[in-house]
């Protein structure tokens, strides 16, 4: 059964720092695409970064550019979301994501991030 957990959520000053971290199991995390998604109050979920299953193809929506960092540890079966420079608008419950195929993602329960100015 696939089980995706993320924490490292919480509360941020507007300029500040997060590091979202998410634990992978029941299916073979190294073969697999994973990427980051966030959904803000009102709003449709949207992607933020995705990874390939090597970590070599990495592509970020282009609000997040230069400020977030998709990193994962295939020996750990996690995956991470550095975020720098955080804004309000970054104000969102995010999800981990496992990616296969065409197939819709599979989410984890996500964690919430607020950031305030």
């Known amino acids: 059964q696939v089980q995706l957990v993320e924490s490292g959520g919480g509360l941020a000053q507007a300029g500040g720092s997060l590091r979202l971290s998410c634990a992978a199991s029941g299916f073979n995390y190294s073969s697999s695409a994973m990427a980051w998604y966030r959904q803000a109050l009102g709003k449709d979920r949207e992607m933020v970064a995705t990874?390939?299953?090597?970590?070599?193809?990495?592509y970020y929506v282009d609000s997040v550019k230069g400020r977030f960092t998709i990193s994962r540890d295939n020996a750990d079966n996690r995956l991470y979301l550095e975020m720098n420079s955080l804004k309000p608008e970054d104000t969102a419950t995010y999800y981990c994501?496992?990616?296969?195929?065409?197939?819709?993602?599979?989410w984890g329960q996500g964690t919430q991030v607020t950031v305030v100015s």
């Open positions: 990874i390939s299953n090597g970590g070599k193809r990495i």
């Open positions: 994501a496992r990616l296969f195929g065409s197939q819709p993602p599979t």
